[in-house]
């Protein structure tokens, strides 16, 4: 069974910064795709970025691109989003994701989440 952990939200002032980092447990973690995604209140669940097995490949949702960093370590089974230039529209439940195969952008195509973890942005 996989299990994501999510750490490293809280809350921070407009144009700061914070790194979350998602750990994993169980399965192969190099095997996954990881993905970020957000969900602020009253608002579905958003894309947020996505990195491959190997950390050759990266996307990102076109409101964190230049702002956002994916990122992986397979040795420690970790995977980071650095998030710089924070806006209070950042603000949200951060969760991450895996899957089994290729990136995605959808949610629905995670097979595990995290718990999520708190970001909020003030202005």
């Known amino acids: 069974q996989v299990q994501l952990v999510e750490s490293g939200g809280g809350l921070v002032q407009a144009g700061g910064s914070l790194r979350l980092s998602c750990a994993t447990s169980g399965g192969t973690f190099s095997d996954n795709a990881m993905g970020w995604f957000r969900q602020a209140p009253g608002k579905e669940r958003e894309f947020v970025a996505t990195?491959?097995?190997?950390?050759?490949?990266?996307y990102y949702a076109d409101s964190v691109k230049g702002r956002f960093t994916i990122s992986r370590d397979n040795a420690k089974n970790t995977v980071y989003l650095q998030m710089n230039s924070l806006k209070p529209e950042d603000t949200a439940v951060y969760y991450c994701a895996a899957r089994r195969g290729a990136t995605m952008k959808a949610a629905g195509m995670y097979d595990h989440w995290g718990q999520g973890t708190q970001v909020t942005v003030s202005s």
């Open positions: 990195i491959n097995w190997s950390g050759g490949t990266t």
